[in-house]
């Protein structure tokens, strides 16, 4: 998580000093754009903006990732797609979202409904610790602030709770002898 939310500071600053990221921002509607839905996680509308999501995504990204790299990885995808098309479908009209809080509320749905679909209490425990400490951004999710994507931040949270369906540890298989 240390290495990804360098990367994003690293991108930051290239594009601060160059402009040269500006246009992988995620505009809707627009066929051409949809090759931005991954690029626009990694890219922030200033320092401010990126320093807001550091902390969360390295807390909640740590947190996700103990249960394995692979799964980490496709949830993570499954959030950048599944919510950077939500937002595709749904922001404003010439607007341009960017930023990893689309993947950080995904994260946070993921790491709230992990430990049922798992059936793991140490799971559990953790989404509740995780509801404590960042419950309160849930309210991110409705239309407050025109300069926020809350489209981003609901289709995120939308798309983690899909990938804690869709990448569940399996069942353990009882085999009964007999």
Wanted: charged content about 10%.
């Amino acid at each position: 998580m240390g290495g990804w939310v360098a990367l994003l500071w690293v991108l930051e600053v290239f594009n601060t000093a160059t402009g040269a990221l500006t246009t992988y921002g995620l505009s809707p509607r627009d066929v051409g754009e949809l090759r931005d839905i991954i690029p626009m996680a990694f890219l922030h509308h200033g320092f401010d903006h990126l320093a807001s999501n550091t902390v969360p995504l390295l807390v909640l990204g740590f947190l996700a990732a103990l249960n394995g790299l692979r799964r980490f990885a496709a949830v993570v995808l499954t959030i950048m797609v599944v919510g950077g098309l939500g937002v595709w479908l749904t922001a404003p009209e010439h607007s341009v979202t960017a930023g990893a809080s689309g993947v950080i509320f995904g994260l946070l749905g993921y790491l709230l409904i992990r430990g049922f679909v798992d059936h793991s209490a140490v799971d559990m425990v953790v989404g509740l610790l995780v509801l404590a400490v960042y419950g309160s951004a849930l309210w991110g999710v409705l239309p407050s602030n025109p300069a926020v994507s809350w489209q981003g931040h609901l289709f995120g949270l939308i798309a983690g709770v899909l990938a804690a369906f869709l990448f569940r540890k399996p069942a353990p298989h009882n085999e009964r002898m007999g």
